[in-house]
């Protein structure tokens, strides 16, 4: 049973240019989270989606940042127009249904490092 | 708000030599408390976790971790480091109200000297 899928490993973007970001969960997870991990920080998390729904986005940046987990497919975080600051590893996390989010203790993707060039 | 502190950046410890990372949360009530380690390019894999009930509480990897609520703190342990050890550790706290999100300390980078 695969964990939870995350790709690209690397991706490198010049400013202004978008960058897509897929995660697949854990099958049978019907809760995704993302997270970013700047520089000699913790994760910090960013938004937390049903399919089909965003349930919590107030880790989100309010422009250029937008999040989706449709009802097939792997769950996408979409930054337009990146910036320099947006150089992070991205982590998604997904946890089964019924089993209180975060509390259960999500299975982590292995990342996406994205640098802005 | 929540909040998770661990003030040792950097650890280096001998192979065989016990270890403990330090863990400081703020949080109005009993808190969910979890330690993940993060190997080196990769993503973070659940040690252990605490919700309610015994305070020293077991995990993978022969380690384990120990809730003073006195203290606010959440340590982690292990008697005999071994190479493989080596990652960085992350402390987090979730929140008893709702489920969504975990606040994470800053992390601490375990390196072991053979």
């Known amino acids: 049973n695969a964990g939870v899928m995350q790709n690209p490993r690397h991706l490198v973007r010049r400013r202004g240019q978008e960058a897509r970001l897929r995660c697949s969960p854990v099958k049978g997870h019907s809760h995704v989270y993302w997270y970013r991990q700047l520089p000699e920080e913790g994760l910090k998390f960013m938004v937390y989606?049903?399919?089909?729904?965003?349930?919590?986005e107030s880790g989100m940046p309010k422009e250029r940042f937008s999040a989706e987990f449709p009802k097939e497919g792997p769950s996408i975080l979409r930054i337009q127009q990146v910036v320099r600051g947006d150089s992070a590893a991205y982590f998604c996390?997904?946890?089964?249904?019924?089993?209180?989010?975060?509390?259960?203790?999500?299975?982590f993707g292995s990342g996406t490092r994205l640098t802005v060039v | 708000a929540q909040s998770v502190t661990q003030p040792d950046i950097h650890i280096t410890v001998s192979e065989g030599a016990s270890l403990e990372l330090r863990c400081n949360y703020s949080y109005g009530a009993t808190p969910y408390l979890f330690w993940y380690v993060q190997p080196p390019g990769q993503g973070l894999q659940l040690l252990l976790k605490y919700f309610s009930g015994d305070t020293l509480v077991q995990g993978i990897k022969g380690f384990e971790a120990e809730f003073k609520r006195s203290q606010s703190s959440f340590n982690l342990r292990k008697p005999s480091v071994h190479w493989s050890d080596a990652a960085e550790y992350f402390c987090a706290v979730g929140s008893t109200g709702g489920g969504n999100k975990l606040t994470f300390g800053t992390g601490t980078q375990l390196k072991v000297e053979l």
């Open positions: 989606l049903q399919k089909e729904n965003i349930i919590d």
């Open positions: 996390a997904s946890s089964p249904p019924g089993t209180g989010g975060a509390n259960y203790g999500y299975t």
